[in-house]
T-cell receptor
Framework: EAQVTQNPRYLITVTGKKLTVTCSQNMNHEYMSWYRQDPGLGLRQIYYSMNVEVTDKGDVPEGYKVSRKEKRNFPLILESPSPNQTSLYFC?????????????FGSGTQLSVL | QQQVKQSPQSLIVQKGGISIINCAYENTAFDYFPWYQQFPGKGPALLIAIRPDVSEKKEGRFTISFNKSAKQFSLHIMDSQPGDSATYFCAASMMGGGSNYKLTFGKGTLLTVNP
């Protein structure tokens, strides 16, 4: 089954404790992206990757890091989480930049930073 | 700068009625306009999309109307059903990527269809 898999689904942590949210897709997609969803703000892009070893900032990159060492994986790293990073996070992928309007989303990771 | 403005924030419709959600964009370089549907506890999923060379696209009960001169597009859900209750996001992108390698989303509309 074609899918984008995120882990964990739920995460509660404390301020300053480094964490990683994993994302993996099995569709051989070139483009991958991370979004955060907050009430009243919709979906905002954090980082994106056009291909292996090619990443760039989205609209709200502060406090986040990403890496793309393999085509299928695109982890999101919070080096020192803060309460304002409490949010619902989505990983998404598309076949290529030319089709980035056709995103496949994971099921989301609900993060709470205390 | 919000490049895609979506309204209303929430919408309540009776079963069998027509749901209409509107979006307006600013960047004339956008050339692909998808709508995403999100159920509670799930990620958004592509519902229907349109390119600016057509004024309307219909898939089943879902129709996108597009007005290029007004820079507006809308989603119409005919014969709305309780199972359509979800959050709907409009979005816009440049198919070639350009300098904007992202899908820009509206803030979403929570649709409730009462039985």
């Amino acid at each position: 089954e074609a899918q984008v898999t995120q882990n964990p689904r739920y995460l509660i942590t404390v301020t300053g404790k480094k964490l990683t949210v994993t994302c993996s897709q099995n569709m051989n997609h070139e483009y991958m992206s991370w979004y955060r969803q907050d009430p009243g703000l919709g979906l905002r892009q954090i980082y994106y990757s056009m291909n292996v070893e090619v990443t760039d900032k989205g609209d709200v990159p502060e406090g986040y890091k990403v890496s793309r060492k393999e085509k299928r994986n695109f982890p999101l790293i919070l080096e020192s989480p803060s309460p304002n990073q409490t949010s619902l996070y989505f990983c998404a992928s598309s076949f290529s930049i030319g089709r980035l309007g056709e995103l496949f989303f994971g099921s989301g990771t609900q993060l709470s930073v205390l | 700068q919000q490049q895609v403005k979506q309204s209303p924030q929430s919408l309540i419709v009776q079963k069998g009625g027509i749901s209409i959600i509107n979006c307006a964009y600013e960047n004339t370089a956008f050339d692909y306009f998808p709508w995403y549907q999100q159920f509670p506890g799930k990620g958004p999923a592509l519902l229907i999309a349109i390119r600016p060379d057509v004024s309307e696209k219909k898939e089943g009960r879902f129709t996108i109307s597009f007005n290029k001169s007004a820079k507006q597009f809308s989603l119409h859900i005919m014969d709305s059903q309780p199972g359509d209750s979800a959050t709907y996001f409009c979005a816009a992108s440049m198919m070639g990527g350009g300098s904007n390698y992202k899908l820009t989303f509206g803030k979403g509309t929570l649709l409730t269809v009462n039985p």
